[in-house]
Nanobody, 116 residues
Framework: QVQLVESGGGLAQPGGSLRLSCAAS????????MSWARQVPGKGLEWVSG????????GYADSVKGRFTISRDNAKNTVYLQMNSLKPEDTALYYC?????????WGQGTQVTVSS
């Protein structure tokens, strides 16, 4: 069955960095675009970034453009999100999801908290 397992979240100071990872299994990873999305309590799921199956194209929400970088390693069935210049408003539960925005599977999430 499809499994997506996120890791790498934690507490970071404003201006700091974190790198999220998502290990995928149960499907042909290299055949699907992948996304990162985030959610804060009381708000809907916000798409953060996406990457094509062959890494030929990436996209970012305006709120993270220039600060976050998505990448993937198809040999390791893993997608990453490098988050730099973190802001308190980046605090959220971050999910890895299969497909660009029309997600059909997502993981359990990893919490990112940005605070001094």
């Amino acid at each position: 069955q499809v499994q997506l397992v996120e890791s790498g979240g934690g507490l970071a100071q404003p201006g700091g960095s974190l790198r999220l990872s998502c290990a995928a299994s149960g499907f042909t990873f290299s055949s699907y675009p992948m996304s990162w999305a985030r959610q804060v309590p009381g708000k809907g799921l916000e798409w953060v970034s996406g990457i094509y199956k062959d890494s030929s194209h990436t996209g970012y929400a305006d709120s993270v453009k220039g600060r976050f970088t998505i990448s993937r390693d198809n040999a390791k069935n893993t997608v990453y999100l490098q988050m730099n210049s973190l802001k308190p408003e980046d605090t959220a539960l971050y999910y890895c999801a299969r497909n660009w925005r029309d997600y059909d599977y997502w993981g359990q999430g990893t919490q990112v908290t940005v605070s001094s």
